[in-house]
């Protein structure tokens, strides 16, 4: 298989703190009211020091009840059933400990990975444990110092870069106000635009001092009393409308210190500090292990459905505003814009079901495996060619995490293991990020050198670190990562002056081709690709402005992530281990309904008789993980405690997901562990040029129905037969109109009929309603509509727009003309026409810029040459004149003359076939060759 992915010096481990030895109690029993085998079993399981101090770290109020338990002994201080409790507990504990290498507290850690033969593990106890504060309570302490009027008078303040003006309101989305306090129910906060608010936003454009603020608020207003003033911009910033310089970036990473250069007195803490933990282990990991992850990688991403809601998005962008224009992003994500891709926070798009091949065919190897009792299916060809559906490229960068299974590191250096798959993600660093401040000076600048140079989706893109508080103030913590880029900041006060590079939302912009989508800094006029290095999940964690801007570089790639079954087959109760070479691609995994087994009111003995029962049906083996991705526990179904917590479970819950766990890994200790390997596209694999002709700025001009000089109309039905009555509507089809094909939603003509002015717009659509009568009457259209006409603004404004309008008249004229040729011949006709008319070079033009490689057969471009060359010899002089103008006027407001020429191409294309990117390379190409053999032919 031909690699894709190189695995870049950026690598970590995550893994449970648990000795090598040790020497745990056996489990008692649960269902019993054994209160003093409980007991017993909480002083031997305390009397491991590591494991009382990991729980008294997660949970001081547990801890306590467990000291108040065993310092008692012989007078119970507690009920069986409170005592029930806090076993319960310390039991769920205990098993994240054995079996949850998501890093938590004193339970888990990370540390880097040296990439390197042979393999090799040192694993010591002596672990650094770095504290920080708890993310709520530090929440607490900076809204309870907000609230100080003596220290706001000290800090400076921003305008939020997340508002935006929505009528006489201003709107911030999803904030946490002093009525949500932590953010548990958010909203948009809204705030009525008055003089006084409206001038607090503008001046914080740019962060200024509260007190300076508060004095221009106060020269607007000489009567008002100033500590008025200061309430006032105090419930701004309350209610986030402002952010303060005493609320942290994203990029600190000792909150606390920065908290204290705004006052000596801060409040107290309400919660003790949260762990973050840096194992004391070396681990070195060979070649083999990193190919395999390579390959599983490029799987996972050929596999990869596409990423919901942003095909339709990226049409709808390219309808609304054409290709190779810039749109601010503002813009483009307001409710007189786009909005948001489906799926998203407030959008009101739905999400289209997955219910093409790819689904099916998950669905029939999932019932196929149960049918055959088949616990394993490998991926071959055959099954990967299925699961591909459109060809699209990789995104350029991912992580992958997972379980290596293998008795010694030895058998690592031969190649005897296998990867357990558990995670991948969006982009590099999303797992890595929020611990790089655990790593010596050394380790964090390997990483960094790793993002610094990542492979982008286009060349010269500018790689930035989004900085950006998540919705729920108790991820903070979670979301904080070092400064290691260049800064996209949003929602959240940065003194530039203080900072490196930074760039701000308002100089990003939206452009698409045909194929993709990107943001672009207007003043920097490169591309931009936001990387936002943390695990905060993206639809339901992070502002859905910043999930667009994380995203929106990489939508049309191929993600690599998981693989997930769809909506057909993600309920089924059995799903097969899904593998391809060394990889595990999938566990099995078991979905158990508490309706399948006895009820809550059964003894325990019916319920273990019907739950052997269920699971002799479903085979399900002794070892599972109980729940799913970071919050899953291993169980052992033949030990009674643990099946006693799956009861429970499933009393709570009512559905319980069981996935096999991964082979041993005796190389580390048989240690619960996840690998962490960032990997890049190979530098063989290079980026698609982008267009670097200057975009075009958006227009913000929209000819309203019955609001100016132009009727635009949408005419479904049978184009041909439509386009063949156009002559019948007479001068209402005024010279200056022009058309267009397009399939979505459905096959329609978009028709623009030029008015004199706007007084005639009544008159004209009810002429083109009598006409679209007749032609329903004929079978020929089903509905038309009038809808706003939005010039694009690639092709100029002004003058050199209405000249960009006169040549799709007079190409529309020609089609017309031509509409009895064959569509092929009479398209790449017209290429040349077009060609002829408005390039330099003439003809020369398509031999140097049009791919002449391609897949239809050279005979059948011979049998087209001819008719094309004669077509193309009988020149429309009005489109020759248009073309000459258009280009004067285009060279003159600095369009970049070929890419215009390649849009006018393809527009001619979509009006004399339709959009279909197939055809319009073959049409090209016969336009190419045709135009090659009238050049010889005239030298000659």
Not at 358 to 372: D, P, S, Y
Not at 416 to 438: C, E, N, P, Q, Y
Not at 461 to 475: F, G, H, K, T
Not at 524 to 553: H, K, Y
């Amino acid at each position: 298989m031909q690699r894709f992915y190189d695995v870049l010096d950026a690598a970590l481990i995550r893994a449970t703190t648990i000795p090598n030895e040790i020497d745990l109690p056996p489990w008692p029993d649960l269902e019993a009211e054994d209160v003093t085998g409980w007991t017993d079993w909480l002083r031997r399981l305390w009397r491991i020091t590591e494991f009382a101090a990991a729980v008294h770290h997660a949970s001081p109020v547990l801890s306590a009840a467990v000291h108040k338990t065993l310092d008692s002994p012989g007078r119970p201080v507690a009920s069986s059933r409170e005592l029930r409790r806090v076993v319960d507990a310390v039991s769920r504990y205990l098993l994240r400990w054995q079996s949850r290498a998501t890093p938590y507290g004193r339970f888990a850690g990370v540390a880097p990975v040296r990439l390197a033969a042979p393999a090799a593990v040192r694993w010591g106890t002596d672990h650094q444990v770095r504290l920080q504060p708890d993310a709520l309570a530090l929440h607490d302490q900076i809204r309870a110092l907000e609230a100080r009027l003596a220290v706001l008078r000290k800090a400076n303040v921003v305008t939020n870069s997340l508002g935006f003006a929505r009528g006489s309101r201003w709107v911030v989305p999803a904030a946490a106000t002093p009525e949500t306090g932590t953010g548990a129910s958010l909203c948009d906060v809204e705030i009525e635009l008055t003089a006084p608010v409206r001038l607090a936003i503008d001046t914080g454009r740019r962060p200024v001092p509260f007190a300076e603020l508060t004095a221009s608020l106060a020269a607007t207003a000489p009567q008002a009393d100033t500590l008025v003033i200061e309430t006032m911009l105090a419930g701004l910033v309350a209610h986030s409308v402002l952010i303060s310089s005493i609320r942290p970036a994203m990029t600190t990473t000792d909150p606390a210190g920065h908290l204290a250069r705004f006052t000596a007195d801060a409040p107290r803490a309400t919660a003790p500090p949260a762990a973050a933990l840096r194992l004391d282990c070396a681990v070195c990991l060979p070649d083999a292990v990193l190919r395999e992850a390579e390959y599983a990688a490029l799987i996972l991403a050929r596999i990869a459905p596409p990423v919901s809601g942003w095909a339709a998005y990226h049409q709808d962008f390219l309808e609304r505003y054409g290709p190779h224009t810039a749109v601010p992003v503002r813009e483009v994500v307001s409710g007189s814009g786009l909005g948001y891709p489906a799926g998203y926070r407030g959008s009101h798009r739905h999400e289209a079901r997955d219910l093409g091949t790819r689904a099916v065919t998950l669905l029939t190897i999932a019932q196929r495996a149960a049918l055959q009792r088949h616990h394993e299916v490998v991926l071959g060809d055959t099954l990967i060619t299925r699961l591909t559906g459109e060809q699209r490229q990789p995104v350029p960068h991912t992580e992958l995490r997972f379980h290596l299974a293998a008795p010694t590191p030895g058998d690592l250096d031969r190649g005897d293991f296998t990867l357990w798959i558990s995670a991948a993600a969006r982009h590099a660093g999303v797992t890595a990020g929020r611990f790089l401040h655990l790593f010596d000076p050394a380790e964090r600048e390997r990483f960094q050198r790793a993002y610094t140079h990542l492979p982008t989706q286009l060349p010269d893109a500018l790689i930035a670190q989004m900085s950006v508080p998540p919705l729920a103030p108790r991820m903070t913590a979670v979301a904080q990562v070092p400064e290691i880029l260049p800064v996209l900041t949003l929602g959240e006060y940065r003194d530039t002056a203080e900072h490196g590079e930074v760039i701000e939302v308002d100089d990003l912009a939206v452009v698409a081709d045909a194929h993709r989508m990107w943001l672009v800094s207007l003043s920097r006029d490169r591309p931009v690709e936001p990387l936002l290095l943390n695990a905060v999940d993206l639809a339901g964690g992070q502002q859905p402005l910043a999930r667009f801007l994380t995203e929106i570089s990489t939508a049309r790639c191929a993600p690599c992530r998981p693989v997930t079954w769809g909506a057909l087959a993600r309920d089924l109760p059995f799903l097969p281990r899904l593998r391809h070479g060394r990889s595990i691609l999938h566990p099995a995994r078991w979905r158990v309904e508490a309706s399948e087994l006895p009820p809550s009111t059964a003894s325990h003995r019916e319920w273990r008789a019907g739950w052997e029962q269920l699971r002799g049906t479903y085979r399900i083996p002794a070892q599972v993980f109980l729940g799913a991705a970071d919050t899953r526990v291993r169980l052992d179904l033949d030990e009674p405690a643990h099946l006693t917590l799956l009861r429970r479970h499933l009393a709570r819950h009512a559905t319980a997901i069981l996935t096999e766990p991964g082979d041993p890994a005796g190389w580390l200790h048989g240690r619960a562990h996840e690998v962490m390997l960032t990997l890049a596209r190979t530098p063989a694999e290079q980026p698609t040029p982008w267009p670097r002709q200057r975009v075009a700025t958006a227009s913000t001009t929209a000819h309203q129905p019955g609001r100016s000089r132009w009727l635009y109309a949408k005419l479904y039905g049978r184009v041909d037969d439509i386009l063949h009555q156009v002559p019948a509507l007479g001068d209402a089809y005024s010279p200056a109109s022009w058309f267009i094909r397009y399939h979505n939603p459905a096959p329609h003509l978009r028709l623009r009929l030029a008015l004199r002015d706007d007084n005639e717009f009544a008159c004209t659509a009810r002429r083109l309603g009598v006409w679209a009568d007749r032609l329903r009457d004929a079978g020929v259209l089903a509905d038309y509509t009038l809808d706003t006409y939005r010039p694009e603004p690639r092709f100029g404004t002004g003058a050199t727009l209405a000249a960009a309008e006169a040549v799709f008249a007079a190409d529309s004229r020609t089609v017309l003309t031509h509409l009895h040729l064959d569509p092929v011949a009479r398209t790449a006709a017209g290429m040349i026409a077009i060609t002829a008319g408005f390039a330099d070079n003439g003809l020369t033009w398509l031999l140097e810029h049009v791919d002449h490689h391609g897949h239809r057969p050279a005979d059948r471009v011979a049998q087209h040459r001819d008719t094309v060359i004669d077509t193309a010899r009988h020149r429309d002089t009005a489109l020759q004149t248009a073309l000459a103008r258009y280009r004067t006027l285009a060279q003159a407001n600095g369009l970049d003359t070929d890419q215009v020429l390649t849009d006018l191409l393809h527009l001619h294309h979509a009006r004399s076939i339709g959009p279909d990117l197939t055809s319009e390379r073959y049409c090209l190409r016969l336009a190419r060759t045709a135009a090659k053999t009238m050049l010889l032919r005239d030298a000659s």
